[in-house]
């Protein structure tokens, strides 16, 4: 089974139509999507019909949370806050139908998949430290998480071993060892913060048991574009080209 990864899409439609052209291309089976369809870009809908066609396996983020239960993104930063509140108000009933439906954490065929970490959607896995709180928690030697949109996995020699974080924002490949944790985060469709403005998302092959770090370019001016027509702030549209 070859598995494609995607997460924090972020209603930018143009960014996951390229890396579904290409797990398509490279005989992707099957999707597991970490969280975060939308916020931020101007197309959370096109965005939900299409993940929610694909069959794939999805989970919840913050901001799928936040945009069918008001009054969550009041912990948001207010630009953040700003898109959240335009997205519900475009949110078709099954665009809302599918976010509220969402679970998280969950165990796909003996793989983790969590948003920000194993134990609490919200949590940034940033650090060594934050990495052990889920691969002891999650039951499985195999994990993927979001959130950060900053590519880069964790890999411990055993369950009592501290991880090692290896940063992969041009890509990476991690060939899994048998005995080994490892807790791997694909990157963000819809906007790289890792300074890499190409659209990230890996692959997992279990026969193989390879997983790749992937970057491909996508149309970045047409997501600017529907992020001013829409009138969401600029400042999600500027930092699309930076990967920031
Ligand atoms: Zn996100």
């Known amino acids: 089974m070859l598995y494609g990864i995607i997460s924090d899409i972020h209603a930018n439609l143009p960014a996951l139509e390229a890396v579904l052209a290409r797990l398509r291309d490279c005989g992707a089976d099957r999707i597991l999507c970490l969280g975060d369809i939308v916020g931020y870009g101007a197309s959370p809908n096109?965005?939900?019909?299409?993940?929610?066609?694909?069959?794939?396996?999805?989970?919840?983020g913050n901001h799928d949370?936040?945009?069918?239960?008001?009054?969550?993104?009041?912990?948001?930063?207010?630009?953040?806050?700003?898109?959240?509140?335009?997205?519900?108000?475009?949110?078709?009933?099954?665009?809302?139908?599918?976010?509220?439906s969402l679970e998280t954490p969950k165990l796909v065929d003996g793989i983790g998949i969590c948003h920000g970490s194993w134990p609490d959607q919200n949590l940034y896995t940033t650090s060594p430290r934050d990495a052990v709180l889920s691969m002891s928690a999650m039951q499985a030697p195999l994990g993927f998480f979001g959130h950060t949109h900053y590519a880069e996995w964790y890999e411990a020699d055993g369950p009592d071993?501290?991880?090692?974080?290896?940063?992969?924002?041009?890509?990476?490949?991690?060939?899994?060892?048998?005995?080994?944790?490892?807790?791997?985060?694909?990157?963000?469709?819809?906007?790289?913060?890792?300074?890499?403005?190409?659209?990230?998302?890996?692959?997992?092959?279990?026969?193989?048991?390879?997983?790749?770090?992937?970057?491909?370019?996508?149309?970045?001016?047409?997501a600017q574009n529907a992020i001013v027509a829409a009138g969401l702030p600029m400042k999600m549209a500027t930092r699309l080209l930076l990967g920031i």
């Open 161 to 222: 071993a501290w991880p090692r974080e290896i940063v992969a924002p041009d890509g990476g490949e991690c060939s899994l060892v048998e005995g080994r944790l490892y807790f791997i985060n694909p990157g963000s469709v819809g906007q790289p913060r890792d300074g890499n403005s190409c659209a990230a998302y890996a692959t997992y092959d279990d026969q193989a048991r390879q997983v790749k770090l992937e970057r491909v370019p996508y149309n970045v001016k047409a």
């Open 46 to 60: 096109e965005c939900c019909t299409l993940l929610g066609e694909l069959g794939g396996a999805l989970i919840r």
């Open 65 to 100: 949370d936040a945009a069918v239960h008001p009054g969550k993104e009041e912990d948001f930063t207010p630009p953040a806050a700003r898109c959240i509140q335009w997205t519900r108000r475009q949110l078709t009933q099954a665009s809302h139908d599918l976010l509220a």
